[in-house]
């Protein structure tokens, strides 16, 4: 890597690793029941939609998540529990139909039969036991890295650290097109596939600078993105 380039993803880290830039960003559901002091397993549970639901312009997944979580009287785990899901074709969120809603509520409540929170599960099987999605060892699986990034990243700063047992060193940067996009202009990769090989290369790109903690380094591209806009 070169050093003008390490200094300047030190620099962005360093700069957007702020909760100012990320007041309508999905994280501030999760971080909201944090706040009220709710349960880990509401805290949970906020994350897994919020991030399901990050998908196209900022303000429509805040609207949407709103939507979901009135839907749920702001009492996820209660939700969860009573089993009585809206369960139909209607959209909650673009594709995202209540229906698919329903299903991921249906096998968070097995999960919860018998286990208090959902930290042993990597992004694999999340993808497959809660999503119910075919197993992918191609998939970058974005959105359940970045809720694994919430979870786990614990500067106290952006992300919650709330999954006291699992390391930052061990995590994947959620790779989507602007991530690709940013890593791509500052040389971090020259793959063409936005997969999962893409995504841990980019992420041992960010551990010559952050050993312990790669994922700080989706903060820089997250800079890199406003800085050069």
Known sequence: MKESVREQLLEWAAKYN??????????????????????????????????????????MIVRDCCRLFDEMDWRPMDYIRAADYRDDDTSLHRTVKWSEVAGICRRLHEWYTWHDSIESLSADEIRTIIFRRKEDPK???????????????NDGKVDLGLWQHSSPASLIVPLDVHVYDQAKALGLTKRRSKDLKT???ITDAFREIWPDDPCLGDFALFG??????
């Open 199 to 201: 995504a841990m290369e």
């Open 18 to 59: 702020d909760p100012l830039y990320f007041e309508e960003d999905p994280i501030r559901f999760p971080r909201e029941f944090v706040r009220r002091g709710a349960p880990l397993q509401d805290v949970e549970i906020a994350a897994v939609f919020a991030s399901h639901l990050a998908w196209g312009r900022r303000e």
């Open 224 to 229: 890199s993105g406003i800085d050069n806009a």
């Open 139 to 153: 998939a970058p699986n974005k959105k359940i890295n970045m809720m694994r990034r919430w979870m786990v990243r």
